[in-house]
């Protein structure tokens, strides 16, 4: 006895001769099924539509919630290709064991210094790199890292442009108010 039909594999496979202890009563029933006189959760009634089958069963398509997914690369598994951080929850760190920089101190120093904006979005990235890091999302984690950095570096450049205005604008208001003022000579 199995519970459902859910097929040769995956998770929800059962091991031959049923479920717990291997043994069912002799009055039919068990956790999947019922006595066939009664229906109820393990069985649909005869006159019943959906999957052709009752609660405990899965749907003919194959695609059901006791089964692994067809493609590789779902949680828990590697990927078939090396490179990169991987992807998916649940995969092995990439050699080292450590997570990317996740470039908060210049995040900061760009936000308070340079650009307001700009640096929040890069702060924002850059407490996404640990937390993604921690979940096993190491392709994420590697991902939000360049975005912070990328981040930091636009706020810099944003915050040297902003200064250099306001130094012209002031240069330029000096030039103009001591060419305004007329000079007095004795």
């Given at each position: 006895?199995?519970?459902?039909?859910?097929?040769?594999?995956?998770?929800?496979?059962?091991?031959?001769?049923?479920?717990?202890?291997?043994?069912?009563?002799?009055?039919?029933?068990?956790?999947?099924?019922?006595?066939?006189?009664?229906?109820?959760?393990?069985?649909?009634?005869?006159?019943?539509?959906?999957?052709?089958?009752?609660?405990?069963?899965?749907?003919?398509?194959?695609?059901g919630?006791?089964?692994?997914?067809?493609?590789?690369?779902?949680?828990?598994?590697?990927?078939?290709?090396?490179?990169?951080?991987?992807?998916?929850?649940?995969?092995?760190?990439?050699a080292?064991g450590?997570?990317?920089?996740?470039?908060?101190?210049?995040?900061?120093?760009?936000?308070?210094?340079?650009?307001?904006?700009?640096?929040?979005?890069?702060?924002?990235?850059?407490?996404?790199?640990?937390?993604?890091?921690?979940?096993?999302?190491?392709?994420?984690?590697?991902?939000?890292?360049?975005?912070?950095?990328?981040?930091?570096?636009?706020?810099?450049?944003?915050?040297?442009?902003?200064?250099?205005?306001?130094?012209?604008?002031?240069?330029?208001?000096?030039?103009?108010?001591?060419?305004?003022?007329?000079?007095?000579?004795?």
């Amino acid at each position: 006895m199995s519970y459902g039909n859910q097929g040769d594999g995956g998770y929800g496979s059962q091991p031959p001769g049923g479920g717990y202890g291997g043994q069912q009563p002799p009055g039919g029933g068990g956790y999947g099924q019922q006595p066939p006189s009664s229906g109820g959760y393990g069985q649909q009634p005869p006159s019943g539509g959906g999957y052709g089958g009752g609660y405990g069963q899965q749907p003919p398509s194959g695609g059901g919630y006791g089964q692994q997914p067809p493609s590789g690369g779902g949680y828990g598994q590697q990927p078939p290709s090396g490179g990169g951080y991987g992807g998916g929850y649940g995969q092995q760190p990439p050699a080292g064991g450590n997570p990317p920089d996740n470039h908060l101190v210049a995040a900061i120093l760009t936000t308070l210094f340079c650009c307001l904006p700009l640096g929040i979005v890069s702060i924002v990235k850059s407490t996404q790199v640990n937390s993604k890091w921690q979940v096993g999302d190491y392709q994420g984690a590697a991902l939000a890292s360049e975005e912070a950095k990328t981040w930091w570096k636009r706020s810099l450049i944003a915050g040297a442009i902003w200064w250099v205005l306001v130094i012209l604008f002031y240069v330029v208001v000096f030039v103009l108010l001591a060419a305004s003022v007329p000079s007095s000579s004795y």
